[in-house]
């Protein structure tokens, strides 16, 4: 399972990253996706960037578009989510998780698999 961490409580405004450390097999064979789910609500897709073999080609939802930023970094087998300019309404668990769906249905979560224990975002305002 992909473990993301580097939550936490950070004002209205305010940045995080958020890591998910996976290999570097997944990285070439998987698309990465991130995802959040708030209390009370469904999960929901925040951005996903696609496998290495793929290119860089990256998705957001239109919530995050132009304050986060997923990347991924090959030498350290890691997928970074940069959150900036976060708002009370980012608040959720944010998880990362993989698919081989093409590239289309990369917005889906019934695709994603290898979720694991996520991370605690808290943006107060």
């Known amino acids: 399972q992909l473990q993301a961490y580097g939550g936490g409580l950070v004002q209205s405004g305010g940045s995080l990253r958020l890591s998910c450390a996976t290999s570097g097999s997944t990285l070439r064979n998987f698309h990465m996706g991130w995802f959040r789910q708030a209390s009370g609500k469904e999960r929901e897709f925040v951005a996903a960037i696609s496998r290495r073999s793929y290119g860089d080609s990256t998705r957001y939802v239109d919530s995050v578009k132009g304050r986060f930023t997923v990347s991924r970094d090959i030498a350290k087998s890691t997928v970074y989510l940069q959150m900036t300019n976060l708002k009370p309404e980012d608040t959720a668990v944010y998880y990362c998780?993989?698919?081989?769906?093409?590239?289309?249905?990369?917005?889906?979560?019934?695709?994603?698999?290898?979720w694991g224990q996520g991370t605690q975002v808290t943006v107060s305002s």
């Open positions: 998780a993989v698919t081989q769906i093409v590239w289309a249905y990369v917005d889906s979560t019934q695709y994603y698999s290898n």
